[in-house]
Each structure stands twice: as C-alpha cells, then as structure tokens.
C-alpha cells in the first residue's frame, strides 16, 4: 500500500478564504515533503518543501506544517484565489528511494 | 517553464503501432523519471535512471520500453499497448536520488489514447 494519503479528495473554498490541504504519512524515517501542485494540462510544480526537523515553513501565501508526532502534513493558502484552482500533491523522501506521491487533493475555488 | 520538455503533448494510437514518447531535461540533471498518471489515481513511478543507468523498473510490463542514452534525454518506447494504458505520461527529472537531491521537476506531460 501507499505511505502517503490525503485526506480529502476534493475542497472547494470561497476566493480570499484560506485553504488547509492535508496529507498523512507512514513513513516515520522520511527526510523531506514536498508539495506539488498541478493545474489542468500540465505536469505538477513544486510548491514547497519542508525538512522532517522542521515543524514549520512559510513561503508567498503558502504555510507548510508538520506534525511528526501523528505523522502528518498540511499545506495552508491564505487568501485563495481562483489560481490556486488545482491538485495538490504531497511527496515524501527517505533515503534513496524516488518521491512517493499521495492520491492528490482538487482544489476549486468559488468566485 | 520547468526545464524538462516532453513531446508529443498529445498522442492517439492504435493497439498494434510503435510509437516513442520524448523527454528532454535543460537543468543539468543526472536522474530522469517516467510517471503514469491515470484517472484518480497516485501518480505511478515507472523508470528510474540515474547517469544513464536504469535503477528502478516499478514492474511495468515489457510493452513499455525506456531508453537513456544520456543524461538529458529518456525515451518511452510503446509497442502492443492496450486501452487501459491509455493515461498522462509524465517525465521527471532531479539532481540526483539521494535525500533532497531527489526533489522532481516535470514535463508538461504525454496525454496518451490507446484506441
């Protein structure tokens, strides 16, 4: 089975709400998560990422938290915008095996 | 613009043709993924190769023949492919596949249809 699961499958959010996406993890050894996103048409782009001694990291809109204690992983968008309209991915990385992917999470955002 | 560039973006062939799926990396990078990306489902590692070496095949069946011959290009070769194999064919590439090094860049992708 996969180790990486996200909870909801989809989450449709008013524009200028913030979003919480999560995601939960199995794998207490891996090293990095990564979140992707991808929009229609296109392959997924790396949004941002967080090292398993962090707890927390922020970027432009988008706030990634870890929870190692119960294995889990959210990606928070402030002020969501019809942009932001797309699956979420969250990674994980241990070792030296390839990026293990979750089911993904559409995002829709209402105008 | 990631750097990784796949072509075709759109391709419909039939069960019994030979066609090729390109991917080209502009990044400098020493390993090169395919991923299978199918309606709701996680996306599937397929290959995996790092300095032109093939070091992971996800038991994909032999219909699906990968081709390195550096570090910036990778083929997917498809031969006798079946309606179900019809799905985006993503290439991904990093620094390496080691800890953060394996963080992936990715194509546009392949929209494949096996008619």
């Known amino acids: 089975g996969e180790s990486v699961g996200l909870h909801l499958p989809t989450l449709s959010v008013q524009e200028g709400d913030n979003s919480i996406i999560n995601c939960a993890y199995s794998n207490s050894a891996s090293d990095y998560f990564i979140w992707y996103k991808q929009e229609s048409g296109k392959g997924p782009q790396f949004i941002i990422d967080i090292r398993s001694n962090m707890d927390k990291r922020q970027g432009q809109r988008v706030t990634v938290l870890l929870n190692k204690t119960v294995k889990h992983l959210s990606l928070q968008i402030a002020a969501t915008q019809p942009g932001d309209s797309a699956v979420y991915f969250c990674a994980e990385i241990w070792g030296n095996t390839p990026l293990v992917f979750g089911k993904g999470t559409r995002l829709s955002v209402i105008a | 613009e990631t750097g990784v560039t796949q072509t075709p973006r759109h391709l419909v062939m039939g069960m019994t043709n030979k066609k090729s799926l390109k991917c080209e990396q502009h990044l400098g990078h020493n390993a090169m993924y395919w991923y299978k990306q199918s309606a709701k489902k996680p996306l599937e590692l397929m290959f995996v190769?790092?300095?032109?070496?093939?070091?992971e095949n996800n038991s994909v069946p032999s219909r699906f023949s990968p081709e390195c011959p550096n570090s910036s290009h990778l083929f997917l070769h498809l031969h006798t492919l079946q309606p179900e194999d019809s799905a985006l064919y993503l290439c991904?590439?990093?620094?390496?596949?080691?800890?953060?090094?394996?963080?992936?860049?990715f194509g546009q992708g392949t929209r494949l249809t096996v008619v």
């Open positions: 190769y790092n300095f032109k070496e093939q070091t």
């Open positions: 991904a590439s990093s620094q390496g596949v080691s800890g953060r090094d394996t963080e992936a860049f």
